[in-house]
């Protein structure tokens, strides 16, 4: 099993404004829990694993609200592949020291069977803006990622709710999904918090050997050499895509799987960028498929 950074390393919350935190399993517990907080509430969705990137979510849905809440859970709709399910890591006891260390106030940590009780039946699959990118490469995730969070936005009903720009797509899926389904949760969307090499904080990153690791702050140096060409006035999307691909070719470890330029809005592939659009890439070192992107525009 591979190693993680320190618990207890730094702290956002001082002894303080520490609350004890709550780790409640069940949705009555949870609904028990909800009942008597402050509010506003602000919710962090995670799978765990938690880094830096997570408590970059914690501390502003701290900063933002009356109570904080984050929900840890492995989603087993939202992997294509079992095996990746199964290989995803897990230290619960780790995460619920950092959560402590982050201030929360609540942490939901459901069994498979809490989220999804027997005779559960229902798919929440967003349109258009779910197609591309990690959409066409990973069939099914986005229908995993809005159910499971649907879901759980309907058992937390917190006012707002805190994702990472990391996975720009996602944001926008989730965005999509709540507008749709007349959910009042505010999405907010955080930066990416990055290695100082920047590579973006991942839990997937632990998978990487030492070499692979070396290598991966190709996806950045890539991201900037497009987003470089078009500070300086290129506006043709291949021209971009070419420097992007230019940059990774100097890495043999880097499989690209993705380079694209695609529309702010709509994800949308792009011939010229004219406005907001997004650079991202998906590359794989070894069995690890590690992605990014950057705004531009
Ligand atoms: P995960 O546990 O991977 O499902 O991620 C939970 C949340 O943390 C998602 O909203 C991610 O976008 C966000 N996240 C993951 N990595 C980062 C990062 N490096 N910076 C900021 N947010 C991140």
């Given at each position: ?165 990391k996975d720009a797509q996602q944001v926008m899926v989730i965005r999509q999904m709540a507008r749709d389904l007349a959910i009042p949760t505010e999405v907010i969307a955080c930066p990416t918090v990055r290695e100082l ?27 900037l050499a497009g987003r470089d060409r078009w500070a300086a006035g290129e506006r043709s999307a291949d021209a971009l895509r070419e420097a992007m691909r230019a940059e990774l070719a100097n890495e043999p470890l880097a ?43």
């Amino acid at each position: 099993m591979a190693t993680c950074p320190p618990v207890g390393s730094r702290s956002t919350a001082t002894s303080e404004n520490r609350r004890a935190l709550k780790v409640l399993r069940t949705r009555g517990e949870l609904r028990s829990a909800l009942a008597a907080v402050e509010r506003p509430l602000g919710l962090v969705p995670t799978m765990g694993w938690l880094h830096e990137g997570h408590r970059s979510l914690m501390s502003r849905a701290r900063a933002d609200n009356a109570t904080a809440i984050a929900t840890i859970f492995v989603n087993p709709r939202q992997f294509n592949e079992a095996a990746d399910y199964q290989r995803y890591p897990r230290n619960e006891g780790r995460d619920l020291a950092i959560c402590e260390e982050e201030g929360l106030d609540l942490v939901f940590a459901p069994g498979v069977e809490e989220v999804y009780p027997p005779g559960f039946d229902t798919v929440v699959s967003v349109g258009a803006i779910a197609r591309p990118l990690e959409g066409a490469a990973r069939p099914g995730h986005f229908d995993g990622v809005a159910t499971v969070v649907a879901i759980l936005f309907s058992l937390v009903r917190a006012e707002r709710a805190y994702f990472g720009q990391k996975d720009a797509q996602q944001v926008m899926v989730i965005r999509q999904m709540a507008r749709d389904l007349a959910i009042p949760t505010e999405v907010i969307a955080c930066p990416t918090v990055r290695e100082l090499d920047g590579l973006a904080l991942s839990s997937r990153n632990v998978h990487l050997s030492p070499d692979q690791r070396a290598a991966a702050p190709v996806l950045r140096r890539a991201l900037l050499a497009g987003r470089d060409r078009w500070a300086a006035g290129e506006r043709s999307a291949d021209a971009l895509r070419e420097a992007m691909r230019a940059e990774l070719a100097n890495e043999p470890l880097a499989a690209p799987h993705y380079v694209s330029v695609a529309d702010g809005s709509t994800l949308a592939e792009l011939k010229g960028v004219e406005g907001p659009a997004l650079l991202s890439l998906a590359v794989r070192f070894g069995e690890t498929r590690l992605i990014d992107n950057e705004p531009i525009g």
